[in-house]
């Protein structure tokens, strides 16, 4: 089965600093990558989404990713964090074909941002 | 807007209760999914239904089993609960085809004493 692995489950830093967030996952065929993101007290939502062509995702809030095949990751990026980014996140993956569109989701990793 | 409801943000019952947590959307999607949310873990899931009446286990189905009676409902039912189920517990939905985006609920959080 597959899995998805995200390195850091609690990461801390100071306004203005950057962020990245790894995320790998083990499924060998074509697969949609995904982050969301859950703010304190609110829903999961979608932070961005990655089905093919530019390997360079852009998504809301400023947030990037990058789909690397041959090292199987798609990792997080923001190049100047906000107090308003305090959350926790989680890589999720989709091989194609996955019956019912099932995905497979990481640990997530807890992000504390300090003003 | 897609709307995904539950109906309670928290419960707490006793063990060997039997749990009904529902979930309930409106934006006539095909596929909905039950997760249980743990520190550390992520999101786990535990079954999914594709239309009303079908039904597929995730990857922790045990103790637990479902129902959709209706397209934009579905339950989660605990037959029995015990405090290992103590977790949050979210519910998904999306449209049927293979790229369509999980949209999901605000969570219930169960306290199983």
């Known amino acids: 089965a597959q899995s998805v692995s995200q390195h850091n489950h609690h990461v801390i830093l100071s306004e203005a600093a950057s962020l990245e967030l790894g995320c790998n996952y083990s499924?060998?065929?074509?697969?949609?990558l995904f982050w969301y993101v859950q703010y304190p007290g609110q829903h999961l939502q979608l932070l961005l989404k990655?089905?093919?062509?530019?390997?360079l995702v852009k998504g809301i809030k400023g947030f990037e990713a990058e789909f690397i095949k041959s090292k199987f990751s798609f990792n997080l990026r923001k190049p100047s964090v906000q107090w308003s980014d305090t959350a926790e996140y989680f890589c999720?993956?989709?091989?194609?074909?996955?019956?019912?569109?099932?995905?497979?989701f990481g640990g997530g990793t807890r992000v504390l941002v300090k003003p | 807007d897609v709307k995904v409801t539950q109906s309670s943000r928290y419960l707490v019952k006793r063990t060997g209760e039997k749990v009904f947590l529902e979930c309930v959307q409106d934006?006539?999607?095909?596929?909905m999914f039950w997760y249980r949310q743990d520190p550390g873990l992520g999101l786990r899931l535990i079954y999914f239904?594709?239309?009303?009446?079908?039904?597929e286990k995730g990857d922790i189905p045990e103790g637990y089993s479902v129902s959709r009676e209706k397209k934009e409902r579905f339950s989660l039912i605990l037959e029995s609960a015990s405090t290992n189920q103590t977790s949050m517990y979210l519910c998904?939905?999306?449209?049927?085809?293979?790229?369509?985006?999980?949209?999901f609920g605000p969570g219930t959080r169960l306290l199983v004493l």
């Open positions: 998904a939905s999306s449209l049927f085809a293979g790229r369509e985006t999980q949209y």
């Open positions: 499924y060998g065929g074509t697969v949609n």
């Open positions: 990655y089905f093919s062509g530019d390997p």
């Open positions: 999720a993956v989709k091989p194609l074909g996955a019956a019912g569109n099932k995905l497979t």
């Open positions: 934006m006539d999607h095909e596929n």
């Open positions: 239904s594709y239309d009303v009446k079908m039904k």
